[in-house]
């Protein structure tokens, strides 16, 4: 299991992207029971109900308005009751900006695969219990000067990968796990155009100009980057 990354850490400013799980739980256990263990980024902590401290927001608001910082936000579906954690953290943070559908030419499409548009997650319910709430729809974002800074993915596509491994459906719904294998190689590929989106735009691990060694003429490989910039060149 991944540790979650602290927002007053130095590793902060230096992420690329920042997986954010916005869950009040102090279990650790995501709301609809799918999967289980300690979120990647949680909003939990003594006082859960005021959300993060003034200095975490500032924090926050620069990794994303000035470093360029990417911030993933998985939801279990796009009803209100679904994305109210995340609405919750968002008007704290970036009170000034608004949740909009990311439109299906966006470049996260394409920055690596050609995909039609977000995918489905596959599982809806398990017996009466509804792991993923409302119907199909496109996946939201926070938009800073026409750069997609926050992926609110409401098809939790990183939860078909999380599911895939830790195998979460049993007795006579073991079949799902199956289900959820199958869809796992079209989630992985939704989330590396995710990443390099990521790395190619904002300010911590500018990307945006790299050349595959493959695509270079014989004698030009002194020119492919052989390192990620480091984090004094960022600053």
Not at 101 to 121: K, Q, T, V
Not at 153 to 180: C, S, W
Request: net charge negative; proline share 6%; charged share 20%.
């Amino acid at each position: 299991m991944v540790d979650a990354v602290q927002i007053t850490d130095a590793a902060f400013f230096e992420s690329p992207i920042i997986f954010m799980e916005p869950i009040s739980s102090s279990s650790g256990k995501l709301q609809n029971g799918l999967l289980n263990g300690k979120a990647i980024w949680e909003t939990k902590g003594s006082r859960p109900s005021l959300g993060y401290t003034d200095r975490e927001v500032q924090r926050i608001r620069e990794y994303v308005i000035n470093r360029g910082g990417f911030i993933y936000m998985p939801t279990h579906g796009n009803t209100e009751k679904a994305l109210q954690p995340a609405l919750r953290v968002l008007r704290q943070v970036l009170p000034e900006y608004q949740l909009t559908m990311i439109p299906r030419d966006h470049e996260i499409y394409n920055s690596f695969y050609e995909l039609n548009g977000p995918l489905r997650f596959p599982v809806r319910k398990m017996g009466n219990t509804i792991l993923h709430h409302g119907p199909y729809g496109q996946l939201r974002g926070v938009f800073i000067d026409d750069r997609l800074a926050v992926l609110v993915d409401t098809e939790a596509m990183i939860h078909v990968m999380d599911g895939a491994v830790q195998k979460p459906f049993f007795g006579h719904y073991q079949d799902r796990n199956k289900i959820l294998d199958e869809f796992a190689p079209a989630a992985a590929r939704q989330l590396v155009n995710i990443v390099v989106y990521a790395v190619t735009h904002g300010n911590i691990s500018d990307y945006s100009n790299y050349i595959p060694e493959s695509a270079l003429a014989d004698g030009e490989t002194d020119s492919v980057p052989q390192r990620a910039p480091a984090a004094a060149d960022q600053l």
